[in-house]
């Protein structure tokens, strides 16, 4: 009897021993499983900061080139002042297309911190449709920013009576 006692005794402790220590890998195993998940976390947490940081880094070596740029693109638009040969331009222009030429400026509004300044004109011109064209194409590579909002073209015995209005931007 004793045999079986001790038996008994042996599988019992190592028994408890056994469910003891799958009780520890279980505990073991869920705050090793947390910690993967925060190990996870924080490396995620780790990639997006230097994600930022490198933005970060971008946009700073990216000042000095969009202030130069800033002052590049300020200055292309001519001053109010220089507006004054605007129309001796485009008169030069048409003259070299073969085009009668009349121009009037109508409005202005001032230039802003934000905005640039727009002065209001018309034209009225006459010519021939080619001649019409290579006026516009040269007005377009001219140093002046134009933007027209109407042109009326009428036609007269092969030729054409033309009116624009249009604006003209500077800073």
């Known amino acids: 009897m004793d045999f079986k006692k001790a038996l008994v005794r042996n599988i019992s402790w190592s028994a408890a021993v056994l469910i003891l220590m799958i009780a520890f890998l279980i505990f073991l195993g869920m705050d090793v499983s947390d910690r993967v998940a925060l190990?996870?976390?924080?490396?995620?947490?780790?990639?997006?900061?230097?994600?930022?940081?490198?933005?970060?880094?971008?946009?700073?070596?990216?000042?000095?080139?969009?202030?130069?740029?800033?002052i590049s693109l300020e200055n292309s638009l001519?001053?109010?002042?220089?507006?004054?040969n605007f129309s001796n331009a485009l008169e030069e222009i048409a003259t070299d297309n073969g085009l009668e030429f009349?121009?009037?400026?109508?409005?202005?509004?001032?230039?802003?911190?934000?905005?640039?300044?727009?002065?209001?004109?018309?034209?009225?011109?006459?010519?021939?449709?080619?001649?019409?064209?290579?006026?516009?194409?040269?007005v377009e590579d001219s140093r002046y920013f134009v933007g027209f909002s109407l042109i009326d073209l009428t036609s007269r015995n092969g030729e054409f009576a033309i009116t624009m209005k249009g604006r003209v931007f500077s800073r």
């Open 39 to 70: 190990i996870k976390s924080q490396r995620q947490d780790l990639l997006l900061r230097l994600h930022a940081f490198d933005s970060l880094a971008a946009l700073r070596s990216d000042v000095g080139r969009a202030e130069e740029l800033s």
């Open 78 to 84: 001519p001053a109010r002042d220089q507006l004054i």
């Open 102 to 138: 009349g121009f009037s400026f109508e409005s202005e509004s001032a230039s802003t911190e934000t905005t640039p300044g727009i002065n209001n004109f018309t034209i009225t011109s006459q010519g021939t449709y080619a001649n019409f064209v290579r006026f516009l194409n040269e």
